[in-house]
């Protein structure tokens, strides 16, 4: 199945795949983060509108807010990230996915960055 | 991904002797106290954490205060109307911690007063205070004593070399500087600058402040550099190494309506003292050490992996409101999360169960001795 990344301006990712989006935050994210010590994750079933908080990231210095970029319920989290947190830093785009909500309008992800753009600005925030 | 950064002011930002070395080190640099500080490098908060433990950590913390106080009469004497320390007993060459106390026995600013030898028949103090309070706490003491000179060292960075390499690691460059007690301090001469040497730190661990003049910084840096055993470490590591220590972070554990019996700083307070009084809120000390105090600050561990952060008010476990978090977030060391905070006196017993009010949950925590992670001071041989 084809896949399709964007992003947000406050860092987070979702890969979509027919109506499921994958969600977690870029490299960029981690890496300006640091160490991630916790990931806090919402139940299955949970739903969540666009812009919501899905999920907590904390490194040693600060908790920071992840927030999902289309509305969906969940339908599975990444529960290896309760004990291996640190997966978030070696693999953010892969192994280090955070949650997966069922898409319920498609066309939010329209007014998201594309890998080119994201690029882009984040070149500009340096 | 939104992240709640302490907002600063637009004012320019200062930058310290060693701002260059630092960039040109990868550092990440953010607005502190008004300067321009690395708050990590490319190693990271986590292994910076882990090396000072380890090995050495070498951190520039130039943005602190320094000044010598000096007066013809006993100035030791004299700062004693200022702070609660028992600076009179303090011998040459000695460093004592203590705090500037306002007219309520709240805490002004917390510091370190060495004893200097005397000069020209001047009693001198050299003052280390925070960089946040320098400007209100010079301006303090300069009004509060009439006759005393105070002599701001501007020109001065401040280093501090830290962990169990430490002591190896500056006896190269300056000779005998292993065998100084913790808390003593020397004036040495290396490469014709005059150095500050103390042995103390804000880690728990062994370890020195230097303070050198500003033009011999970064050569006495990256002497300290060239050293196998010391990375260069930043604000965050410094934060999560003294949260482990159960050290105070001024503005945040202790400020101006905590009083240092509430902070469970007594120990800093000598039995002459406390009889004699004579400091700032001495009225109200001088009660709670007698009475107790209704609130103390206290060591608390998380149960579960969640860090519970600044802010996360704390409830008993039949739901009553009972304290706050002041300081919190992940030991690197200890492993898992350590905080600490206020509570009520009647629950700060170690080993009370208690709840952390995080992102709305209740999560189970528990009243601990601090340090969390054992110190590791040099007491001698």
């Known amino acids: 199945m084809s896949s399709e990344v964007k992003y947000t301006e406050d860092h987070e990712y979702v890969r979509i795949e027919g109506d499921v989006a994958t969600i977690g935050i870029s490299v960029y994210a981690q890496e300006q983060l640091g160490d991630v010590v916790y990931v806090e994750l919402p139940e299955v079933g949970k739903s969540l509108g666009k812009g919501d908080e899905a999920a907590v990231v904390e490194s040693v210095k600060a908790a920071s807010e992840v927030s999902t970029p289309v509305s969906g319920d969940v339908i599975e989290i990444n529960g290896e990230l309760e004990t291996t947190p640190g997966t978030v830093n070696e693999d953010a785009m892969g192994k280090g996915w955070f949650l997966k909500v069922k898409i319920s309008d498609a066309s939010e992800a329209d007014g998201l960055m594309d890998e080119a753009a994201y690029n882009t600005f984040i070149e500009g925030l340096a | 991904m939104a992240q709640n950064n302490d907002s600063s002011s637009d004012a320019p930002l200062l930058r310290t002797p060693l701002h260059d070395l630092h960039v040109a080190a990868g550092a990440r640099m953010v607005p502190f106290a008004g300067y ?162 103390t042995r103390s730190g804000y880690t728990g661990e062994d370890g020195y402040e230097v303070s050198v003049p500003a033009n011999n910084a970064v050569s006495f840096t990256e002497q300290l550099l060239a050293d196998d055993a010391v990375e260069l470490i930043g604000l965050g590591a410094r934060d999560s190494l003294r949260l482990e220590a159960g050290l105070c972070l001024y503005g945040h554990d202790i400020d101006e309506t905590t009083s240092p019996i509430e902070a469970r700083l007594a120990w800093s307070i000598s039995k002459r003292r406390r009889s004699e009084g004579g400091f700032p809120g001495a009225a109200r000390i001088q009660r709670e050490l007698h009475d107790g105090t209704t609130r103390k600050r206290v060591g608390i561990l998380p149960e579960g992996p969640a860090p519970a952060r600044e802010g996360t008010i704390v409830h008993a476990q039949d739901g009553d409101e009972i304290g706050i978090i002041t300081s919190g977030g992940f030991g690197p060391t200890y492993g898992a999360p350590v905080a600490m905070g206020y509570v009520l006196s009647e629950y700060a017993a170690t080993g009370t169960k208690l709840d952390l009010m995080v992102r709305g949950k209740a999560r189970p925590a528990t009243i601990a001795a601090m340090p969390f992670v054992p110190a590791n001071f040099y007491r001698g041989k």
């Open chain 2, 36 to 197: 321009e500080m690395p708050v990590s490098y490319p190693l990271g908060v986590l292994g910076e954490h882990l090396h000072t433990r380890d090995k050495a950590g070498l951190f520039d913390v130039s943005h602190m205060g320094q000044a010598v106080l000096s007066s013809k009469g006993s100035i030791a004497q004299q700062i004693e109307i200022l702070v609660p320390g028992d600076i009179a007993a303090l011998d040459a060459g000695h460093t004592r911690y203590t705090q500037l106390l306002n007219d309520k026995g709240g805490i002004r600013d917390d510091l370190m007063i060495t004893r200097m030898p005397g000069e020209e028949g001047r009693e001198r103090l050299f003052l280390v205070v925070n960089a946040a309070c320098k400007e209100a706490d010079f301006a303090h003491i300069d009004s509060s004593l009439g006759d005393a000179r105070l002599d701001l060292l501007d020109n001065r960075a401040l280093i501090a070399l830290q962990g169990p390499a430490a002591f190896t690691v500056l006896e190269k460059l300056i000779p005998g500087c292993s065998e100084m007690a913790f808390m003593s301090w020397r004036a040495v001469s290396w490469n014709g600058a005059s150095l500050f040497i």
